[in-house]
């Protein structure tokens, strides 16, 4: 019986070893891909006999909260997300932190950070059968050409309207970052002998030299009724025609109006590339070799950092593997994909799929 004892406890003790130098235990869940995080919100309030603290921190709870759902969710579905309650919202919210406080005049000023659960999050908006989108951030090559048709002219850079205000109309929330052409002669030249053919150009010579893969084309038909957008769009190696027609505007208000508006689709589109099938909940089981510790820490590296996993951890351990239990909010092709873009492969040709 002695001797069975000796036998074991070496086992338990390499066991105990190998989980403490890769840091891995069981039921591990994911920490990066948890919360979504809404940084550097800005509330003041007037100090006064009615002051309370809470109030500020409450209202910067609920402009967090409209931050959030702006940024990952698309404009039609918004409002119905917009009147969610005070308690409700503090029902998603893992943490908050305040970075700086002050008083100056009579007024509390204060800078505040809130961390809000990725899982929550998607159970709510599950339940009101919206799929959320993964709020990335995308910079985008835009070409703005305004088409007098009255006058059959084109109306470029500076001399262009959109041209001009199209940046200082930014808002914090988009999360599409244009690129404007600069002022080139070649460019305007080569744009104007492309007058008639403009709807089937496809700009590759200006395009190219800013490096960048992603690109909309807007062009702006302006007559004395109306302005009709034509946007030839490629956010994801995919082209998409979109069609909106405005009012023509008067004032700079209208204009901004229009740039608004047009942004506003822009940013749904970026979205939809990026939607969440929360529904989709695919089980995988994952094997590493044990003896790769470097290989170890590159997948679970990989694997915190893909937001459709929504939880992972290690279901098995034996002399030979690691296997990894995960749920990926996605298809087994998509997931494949994650893998092969990290610079990995996966030998799927088992039931439990091996990290190669």
Avoid: C, H
């Avoid at 579905?77 to 005070?86: A, G, H, I, P, R």
């Amino acid at each position: 019986m002695k001797s069975k004892i000796l036998l074991i406890k070496p086992n338990i003790y390499l066991i105990i070893l190998i989980l403490t130098s890769l840091k891995i235990f069981f039921s591990t869940t994911i920490s990066i891909a948890e919360n979504f995080d809404i940084k550097n919100i800005e509330i003041s309030k007037k100090f006064d006999i009615n002051f309370q603290k809470t109030d500020v921190l409450n209202e910067g709870f609920k402009i967090a909260y409209q931050n959030l759902i702006s940024n990952i969710t698309k404009s039609d579905d918004q409002n119905e997300l917009k009147n969610f309650n005070l308690s409700n919202i503090k029902t998603t919210i893992n943490s908050f932190s305040i970075k700086e406080e002050k008083f100056i005049d009579n007024i509390y000023y204060v800078n505040l950070d809130v961390s809000f659960s990725k899982k929550k999050i998607f159970s709510l908006l599950e339940q009101k059968n919206i799929f959320p989108s993964l709020p990335k951030k995308k910079k985008v090559m835009f070409i703005p050409i305004l088409v007098d048709e009255e006058k059959n002219d084109l109306i470029l850079f500076s001399e262009n309207e959109f041209y001009k205000n199209w940046i200082s109309e930014n808002d914090t929330k988009d999360l599409i970052e244009y690129v404007l052409p600069n002022e080139d002669l070649e460019d305007i030249n080569l744009i104007r002998e492309r007058y008639s053919e403009l709807e089937n150009y496809n700009f590759e010579e200006i395009i190219n030299k800013y490096s960048l893969d992603s690109y909309i084309i807007s062009l702006f038909y302006k007559n004395s009724e109306k302005i009709r957008v034509l946007s030839k769009i490629n956010l994801n190696n995919r082209l998409v025609l979109d069609n909106q027609v405005y009012k023509n505007f008067n004032s700079q208000k209208e204009l901004k109006t229009i740039i608004r508006e047009t942004k506003i689709k822009f940013n749904d589109l970026w979205k939809k590339e990026n939607q969440v099938n929360t529904s989709i909940k695919l089980p995988l089981i994952i094997s590493v070799d044990l003896n790769e510790n470097k290989k170890i820490k590159i997948f679970e590296n990989i694997i915190e950092n893909l937001d459709l996993v929504s939880n992972f951890y290690i279901s098995k351990i034996d002399n030979i593997k690691v296997y990894y239990t995960l749920t990926y909010n996605g298809t087994p092709k998509a997931f494949i994909s994650n893998i092969e873009d990290a610079g990995y492969q996966l030998d799927f040709s088992k039931k439990i799929w091996d990290f190669k």
